[in-house]
């Protein structure tokens, strides 16, 4: 588990410095939205992080995220199929990196290598480092987050 304190947060991925979030353009239906690390120049929206029993939920404008069609989604109905995730930090690469997992970890965020013109799909993978869990650790860049506490005074 990490040290990740309750809060409001963007999250940025590795794999090119780019906004994790729901595309500002969305369809008009109630389906899962999905989470996609955002094309360059696109700020995307900020995160709501609460530690829970099981890691932590994590939400984007107030609706939680879970798994929907192997994607990370935001889903604005049927909250019960949100999930709470393991949030890791990953020191070994820098300050505020983390990793996403699911509870029964080995499994994660990953963000896709194709991008188009909404960005690059975030998916929950295998991690590449899932089966070397010592310290030290190496994951690949689109599978590390930044995370930047935003201060709301």
């Not at 696109?42 to 609706?63: C, H, L, W």
């Not at 983390?98 to 970890?105: L, N």
Request: net charge neutral; aromatic share 10%.
């Amino acid at each position: 588990m990490s040290t990740l304190e309750n809060g409001v947060y963007a999250i940025t991925n590795n794999a090119g410095n780019r906004h994790v979030g729901r595309f500002p353009i969305e369809e008009l239906t109630l389906l899962p939205k999905p989470l996609m690390a955002l094309p360059r120049g696109v700020e995307g929206p900020n995160f709501m992080i609460q530690r829970s029993d099981k890691g932590y939920n994590i939400k984007t404008f107030g609706a939680p995220t879970g798994v929907w069609r192997n994607s990370v989604s935001a889903f604005l109905l049927e909250a019960d199929k949100s999930q709470d995730w393991i949030i890791t930090a990953q020191r070994q690469h820098g300050e505020n990196v983390y990793t996403i997992e699911r509870p029964e970890r080995g499994v994660g965020w990953v963000v896709d290598e194709e991008e188009g013109p909404k960005g690059s799909q975030v998916y929950v993978k295998p991690l590449s480092s899932a089966k070397n869990q010592s310290p030290q650790s190496q994951f690949l860049p689109n599978e590390l987050f930044n995370f930047v506490k935003i201060d709301r005074k």
